[in-house]
């Protein structure tokens, strides 16, 4: 059997929705930014620019890696020591990054050997786990930021026949990385400085799940085994305690993307994953869409009404479950007949079932439904971590 055909064997029923016209719409208005990659590679050609010149400089163009050309005011352009340091201030656009503001600063001199060498300052991380791919001990720099530096800096100068030391620094960055996920990914002291295309999309699902990614490849870098992946910060709060004698780095927030984190963790040779969640996001799971978000999918009340019924619901509670308004709704209706441990179990043994064969059953795949209020077990799939049960029972 091919491995093609497998895929439609296995994952036939299992899909990621597409997202839906009105939501591709609704994003269309709102105004992009720049990602710290950008406005570094910026800082760091004016910066150099003024090293050569011995001018100070205005504003500066950079290409980004689509080769769209972008031009950025200076806030400040100086001499310092030897060398030379500027600031581009970050415009995020209309997307909540924690990073709209920051001032990027970069500080430049002649290095005594060639080459463009990277440092971080205060305020940029330091990286200090594998599994991001970058030197542990390096400055938490991403590659394609890096490609766009030294490009940057190859317009002003050739590196290779004098080199430059640069050091990149965002005033306050130990602070907003607090906000991030760098200090459970081992990166110290700071942002990172990230990137790809060089644009900020508001709203971005591709920055969510690429952040999901990461954080599935440094838990397999550190040699962890057991991947606990939550839809939230109340999940894994519920997650932790359940199980606590697991590292924080297994502990990954997919947010609506199980099937995404599902497939790295294959790719890493994870062998295990539990899944922490409500009953909302466990029923769309339950129903095989692998993307869960409120705009990609709906609640299915038919899989409610159904494993209500195989707990044993009689007809009048199954009608009920049916046309409940949320999936929260039905639990609530679960819990007033006094089986919501019973249907949480068969809910979860859905999921672990379905994510089970999402991995093409190269994992080992549990799952556990977590109370809405008290964030106490209410029931989980067999052989689940799950102590003991409470809210809903």
């Not at 029923?283 to 869960?292: E, H, N, S």
């Not at 899989?303 to 479950?321: E, I």
């Not at 052989?383 to 029972?393: D, I, S, Y």
């Amino acid at each position: 059997m091919t491995p093609a055909r497998r895929d439609v064997d296995v994952r036939g029923a299992l899909r990621e929705p597409d997202l839906p016209r009105t939501a591709k719409v609704r994003t269309g208005a709102l105004r992009t930014g720049w990602t710290t990659g950008t406005c570094t590679s910026a800082a760091a050609k004016a910066a150099v620019a003024a090293l050569v010149s011995g001018l100070t400089q205005a504003s500066v163009e950079v290409a980004l890696p689509s080769g769209r050309r972008v031009t950025f005011p200076l806030a400040r352009c100086t001499r310092a020591g030897d060398g030379w340091e500027t600031v581009v201030i970050k415009d995020a656009g209309d997307d909540p990054d924690v990073t709209d503001g920051a001032h990027l600063t970069v500080t430049v001199r002649w290095a005594a050997g060639p080459g463009v060498h990277l440092r971080s300052g205060p305020g940029v991380g330091t990286v200090t786990k594998p599994g991001l791919g970058l030197d542990v001990g390096g400055p938490a720099i991403n590659p394609v930021p890096r490609r766009m530096i030294g490009a940057a800096i190859g317009e002003v100068t050739d590196p290779q026949t004098r080199g430059v030391d640069v050091t990149v620094s965002v005033p306050g960055g130990d602070q907003l990385a607090r906000r991030t996920t760098n200090p459970r990914l081992g990166i110290v002291g700071g942002i990172s400085i990230l990137g790809t295309t060089g644009i900020v999309r508001p709203f971005s699902t591709a920055s969510w799940r690429a952040s999901v990614l990461q954080a599935v490849d440094v838990m397999a870098a550190q040699g962890e085994r057991t991947c606990v992946l939550t839809t939230g910060g109340r999940t894994e709060r519920a997650a932790r305690r359940l199980l606590p004698h697991l590292h924080e780095v297994c502990f990954v927030e997919v947010g609506d993307f199980s099937g995404n984190a599902v497939d790295r963790a294959v790719d890493r040779g994870v062998g295990e994953v539990v899944f922490v969640g409500m009953a909302g996001k466990l029923t769309k799971l339950a129903a095989g869409i692998m993307m869960t978000h409120w705009t990609r999918s709906r609640v299915d009340t038919d899989v409610l009404a159904a494993v209500t019924a195989r707990a044993g619901g009689d007809r009048s509670l199954v009608a009920d479950v049916r046309a409940a308004n949320t999936a929260r709704h039905a639990y609530e209706l679960w819990a007033q007949a006094g089986i919501a441990a019973g249907v949480a179990d068969l809910l979860c043994a859905q999921v672990a079932d379905n994510l089970r064969a999402w991995s093409r059953d190269r994992l080992n795949v549990h799952a556990v439904l977590v109370d809405f209020d008290t964030l106490e077990p209410v029931g989980a799939s067999r052989h689940a971590p799950l102590g003991e049960r409470g809210g809903g029972r």
